[in-house]
């Protein structure tokens, strides 16, 4: 898992005084921290934003809850970072973010028709749910004196959009399985909270195209129709049933 301090700021220009900027919040004035002690009188909030603070960190300081580091703004700048330098390009993205290596920071990329390119621009999209539908909630969340920072709503929107331009014609494809992964994490969530009509016809279009490759015989969707390997080679669709099996449920008898 990729873990990088927040950093400082996180800005990229083309060469003019344009700015497409992520500021960290500033942490410069913290509120002490307050440990519960047998020995001391226990301090209590000192307004309702406080007290739904401390419920939803179940007593914990802050710091050590699970949903304040999910909700980080380290994790904005990780997004943003990868993001905001392919907004300047003349042409929406073709290469998509993978993982990265042991040890490193940077994404290996790949192309748009591989079975990951949903998940960032997905990432994108559930940022921008976030800051539209959640706002109280992360606020609650997050440390009580410290102001909430974002990506400006509308650089979000327009990366959002650039980012999944060239996603659209994956729903035609016809030899994969993995239409839901590379549909779904974005298309949902740009109908949902914009009504996008294009990001909906895609989704029906990508379902019929994944229906149409299920097989009576088998009751099952084909995963792949050839497949060749050191060990094996099944290249005849009409003779060879290739599936997956992700998750297996034994039934109680």
């Known amino acids: 898992m990729l873990q990088v301090e927040p950093p400082t700021s996180v800005s990229v220009t083309n060469g003019t005084d344009q700015n497409l900027g992520y500021l960290p919040p500033d942490q410069s004035q913290k509120r002490p921290e307050w440990l519960p002690d047998q020995n001391t009188t226990k301090q ?3 307004s309702t934003l406080d007290a739904e603070h401390q419920i939803l960190t179940n007593g914990k300081h802050p710091k050590r809850s ?12 990780k997004i943003w970072g990868v993001a905001a330098p392919a907004l300047f390009k003349s042409e929406p993205p073709t290469l998509y973010p993978e993982y990265t290596k042991p040890g490193g920071t940077r994404y290996v990329f790949r192309e748009l028709d591989f079975w990951t390119s949903g998940f960032f621009p997905g990432s994108l999209y ?17 440390e009580p004196s410290v102001s909430s920072s974002t990506v ?12 999944t331009a060239n996603l659209h014609q994956n729903s035609t494809l016809a030899s994969t399985h993995d239409l839901g992964f ?9 109908w949902t909270l914009d009504h996008d009509v294009l990001a909906r016809d895609t989704i029906i279009r990508a379902s019929r195209m994944l229906a149409s490759r299920y097989v009576p015989a088998t009751g099952a969707i084909r995963s792949w129709d050839t497949c060749t390997t050191l060990r094996y080679s099944f290249t005849d669709p009409t003779k ?14």
């Not at 699970?66 to 700048?77: D, E, F, H, I, K």
């Not at 800051?131 to 997050?142: P, S, V, Y």
């Not at 400006?152 to 980012?163: G, I, Q, R, S």
């Open 126 to 142: 559930l940022l921008l749910e976030r800051e539209r539908r959640f706002k109280r909630e992360l606020a609650l969340i997050q």
């Open 66 to 77: 699970l949903l304040q580091g999910l909700y980080s703004s380290n994790v904005v700048a």
């Open 152 to 163: 400006h709503p509308m650089h979000l929107e327009f990366a959002c959009k650039w980012w």
């Open 44 to 46: 209590h909030p000192s």
């Open 182 to 190: 590379m549909i779904f994490p974005w298309a949902k969530l740009a």
């Open 240 to 253: 060879d049933f290739l599936f997956i099996i992700v998750g297996l449920i034994i039934p109680f008898s």
